[in-house]
C-alpha cells in the first residue's frame, strides 16, 4: 500500500538556521500519526515541506504517493495552518461554501454539520471571529472535503475541552474511514489518547518514533493493594517488574514497569479488598528521549 507520507533524508535550512535535519519517516495510510516536540523543534517546517509551502534543502518527500509539487495531490489533503489568517467582511459561512466549491462540490449539508458539532458560529465577518471561532473554522475547511490525508498544526490550541473531545471523535472517524490523520503538538496529552504512533522531534531532529500501545505498556504506573489480612512481603519480593516495594500490614504499595501480570497473581493468593492503579504516566518516558538526545547531542558539541 502506497504511504501516506514517505520522506527520505527530508532537510530544510532557512539560511543557516536548521529546521529540519535529515528527516526518514513513513506514515501509513489509515493511521493517526502524532508529530510531538517543544516549540521550534522543528514540527512546523515539516508540515510546510509536507503541503510545498516551503522547499526542502535537501532530501524528498512524497505525499498520497506523489510530489507535494503536484497539484492534483492538494485537493486529496487537508491542511489547518498553525497560525490560519482569516480576514475580511465575508461571514465565516460564505468563505467556507467558496472554499467547498474550490475543491469539487462540497455539500452544504456537510458544512453545516461539522459547524454544529464544533458549535461554531458562521454567520460572523471573517475579521470580527474570535480566536476559538477562527480555530473552529480551520479545522471545518480541513476536514469538510473528506480528504485522505488530514494534517493539522497544533490543532487544539484555543479549543475549549467540550469541542476538543468533539475534535478527537472526528478524527477517530476519519481513521475507522481509513483515512490518515498527522496532527502536531508540544503536548503529549493532547495527542496520545487518539494516536497510533507518536514521532517525537527536537531540535530539527527525529528522536523517536513509538508504537503509543508499546508506549503505555512500557509505562511506570503505581500501584496500591489492600487486603483482608496482613500479607509477608516475601509473596511479593522479586516478582518481574516490581519495583519501589512497600508491604506495610495488610496494604502493598509499588511501582510496576510494563505489564502488572507477575503482581496481580501474586496477589490472588490473598483476599484483595481494594486495588488502586494510577494511569501510567506516558509523560515520564516522553521526556527520557528528551533528555538522552539532550545528553547525546551534549556529548556530540564536546567531542
Ligand atoms: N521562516 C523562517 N526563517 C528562519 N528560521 C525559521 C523560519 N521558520 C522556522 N525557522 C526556525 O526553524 C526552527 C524550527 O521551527 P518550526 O516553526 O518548524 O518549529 P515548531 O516545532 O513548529 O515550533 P512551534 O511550535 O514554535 O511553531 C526554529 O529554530 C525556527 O526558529
Given at each position: 500500500?502506497?504511504?501516506?507520507?514517505?520522506?527520505?533524508?527530508?532537510?530544510?535550512?532557512?539560511?543557516?538556521?536548521?529546521?529540519?535535519?535529515?528527516?526518514?519517516?513513513?506514515?501509513?495510510?489509515?493511521?493517526?500519526?502524532?508529530?510531538?516536540?517543544?516549540?521550534?523543534?522543528?514540527?512546523?517546517?515539516?508540515?510546510?515541506?509536507?503541503?510545498?509551502?516551503?522547499?526542502?534543502?535537501?532530501?524528498?518527500?512524497?505525499?498520497?504517493?506523489?510530489?507535494?509539487?503536484?497539484?492534483?495531490?492538494?485537493?486529496?489533503?487537508g491542511?489547518l495552518?498553525?497560525?490560519?489568517?482569516?480576514?475580511?467582511?465575508?461571514?465565516?459561512?460564505?468563505y467556507l461554501?467558496?472554499l467547498g466549491?474550490?475543491?469539487?462540490?462540497?455539500?452544504?449539508?456537510?458544512?453545516?454539520?461539522?459547524?454544529?458539532?464544533?458549535?461554531?458560529?458562521?454567520?460572523?465577518?471573517?475579521?470580527?471571529?474570535?480566536?476559538?471561532?477562527?480555530?473552529?473554522v480551520g479545522l471545518i475547511q480541513a476536514f469538510m472535503h473528506?480528504?485522505?490525508?488530514?494534517?493539522?498544526?497544533?490543532?487544539?490550541?484555543?479549543?475549549?475541552?467540550?469541542?476538543?473531545?468533539?475534535?478527537?471523535?472526528?478524527?477517530?472517524?476519519?481513521?475507522?474511514?481509513?483515512?490518515?490523520?498527522?496532527?502536531?503538538?508540544?503536548?503529549?496529552?493532547?495527542?496520545?489518547?487518539?494516536?497510533?504512533?507518536?514521532?517525537?522531534?527536537?531540535?530539527?531532529?527525529?528522536?523517536?518514533?513509538?508504537?503509543?500501545?508499546?508506549?503505555?505498556?512500557?509505562?511506570?504506573?503505581?500501584?496500591?493493594?489492600?487486603?483482608?489480612?496482613?500479607?509477608?512481603?516475601?509473596?511479593?519480593?522479586?516478582?518481574?517488574?516490581?519495583?519501589?516495594?512497600?508491604?506495610?500490614?495488610?496494604?502493598?504499595?509499588?511501582?510496576?514497569?510494563?505489564?502488572?501480570?507477575?503482581?496481580?497473581?501474586?496477589?490472588?493468593?490473598?483476599?484483595?479488598?481494594?486495588?488502586?492503579?494510577?494511569?501510567?504516566?506516558?509523560?515520564?518516558?516522553?521526556?527520557?528521549?528528551?533528555?538522552?538526545?539532550?545528553?547525546?547531542?551534549?556529548?556530540?558539541?564536546?567531542?
Amino acid at each position: 500500500m502506497t504511504a501516506a507520507v514517505q520522506a527520505e533524508g527530508l532537510t530544510k535550512y532557512y539560511g543557516d538556521r536548521r529546521g529540519l535535519e535529515d528527516l526518514t519517516l513513513e506514515i501509513r495510510p489509515g493511521e493517526i500519526f502524532g508529530y510531538l516536540g517543544p516549540n521550534g523543534a522543528g514540527k512546523t517546517t515539516t508540515i510546510r515541506l509536507l503541503l510545498d509551502v516551503i522547499r526542502p534543502t535537501r532530501g524528498s518527500v512524497r505525499v498520497l504517493g506523489e510530489d507535494p509539487r503536484t497539484a492534483a495531490v492538494r485537493s486529496r489533503v487537508g491542511y489547518l495552518p498553525g497560525e490560519l489568517a482569516l480576514e475580511g467582511r465575508d461571514q465565516a459561512l460564505d468563505y467556507l461554501r467558496f472554499l467547498g466549491r474550490v475543491r469539487g462540490g462540497v455539500p452544504g449539508s456537510r458544512i453545516e454539520a461539522l459547524a454544529e458539532r464544533f458549535d461554531a458560529d458562521l454567520s460572523v465577518p471573517m475579521r470580527k471571529l474570535s480566536k476559538g471561532n477562527k480555530q473552529k473554522v480551520g479545522l471545518i475547511q480541513a476536514f469538510m472535503h473528506e480528504p485522505e490525508l488530514v494534517i493539522l498544526d497544533e490543532p487544539t490550541s484555543g479549543l475549549d475541552p467540550l469541542v476538543q473531545q468533539e475534535f478527537l471523535a472526528l478524527v477517530r472517524e476519519v481513521r475507522t474511514a481509513g483515512r490518515t490523520v498527522l496532527m502536531s503538538s508540544h503536548v503529549l496529552a493532547e495527542v496520545e489518547s487518539v494516536s497510533d504512533r507518536v514521532g517525537i522531534v527536537r531540535r530539527g531532529r527525529l528522536v523517536a518514533v513509538e508504537n503509543v500501545a508499546a508506549l503505555r505498556e512500557k509505562a511506570v504506573r503505581r500501584m496500591e493493594l489492600h487486603f483482608d489480612a496482613p500479607v509477608p512481603r516475601s509473596a511479593f519480593e522479586g516478582l518481574p517488574g516490581v519495583r519501589d516495594l512497600r508491604v506495610e500490614g495488610a496494604s502493598v504499595r509499588c511501582t510496576i514497569d510494563g505489564r502488572p501480570d507477575a503482581l496481580v497473581k501474586a496477589a490472588a493468593r490473598f483476599t484483595v479488598v481494594h486495588l488502586v492503579s494510577a494511569e501510567p504516566d506516558l509523560e515520564e518516558i516522553f521526556l527520557t528521549y528528551y533528555s538522552e538526545e539532550e545528553r547525546h547531542h551534549d556529548r556530540q558539541e564536546s567531542a
